[in-house]
């Protein structure tokens, strides 16, 4: 899978260049570190169930975490995804 990093959408392509899914976020002006507000976690219907939302998530946060970034998971999908994984609560803003 491949990923693309946008103004407020980060993008799951297949390796035929098919959109499998989107994050969209809202970047939080005003804060110390870069902050992007995750709005909602969306995969094409025809590709759910296959863990693309998980692979895309992680790869949202692995990107955040390399941009010294944190996140505010409004998105329930996102929430949850964090919860369950440890490595990214320190991503969570304070």
Sequence with gaps: MDYQWQTDVF?????????????TY????????????????W???AH???????QLTTAFL????QRTGY????CPYAKAFI???PEFQDLIAK
Aim: glycine fraction near 8%.
């Design 11 to 23: 993008t799951a392509f297949s390796p035929a260049h098919e959109a499998l899914g989107k994050i």
């Design 26 to 41: 809202q970047d939080m002006p005003a804060t110390p570190h870069p902050t992007y507000l995750i709005t909602q976690v």
């Design 43 to 45: 995969v094409d219907p």
């Design 48 to 54: 759910r169930g296959q863990g693309i939302a998980g």
């Design 62 to 65: 692995t990107e955040v975490r």
């Design 71 to 74: 996140v505010i998971p409004r």
């Design 83 to 85: 919860a369950k994984h």
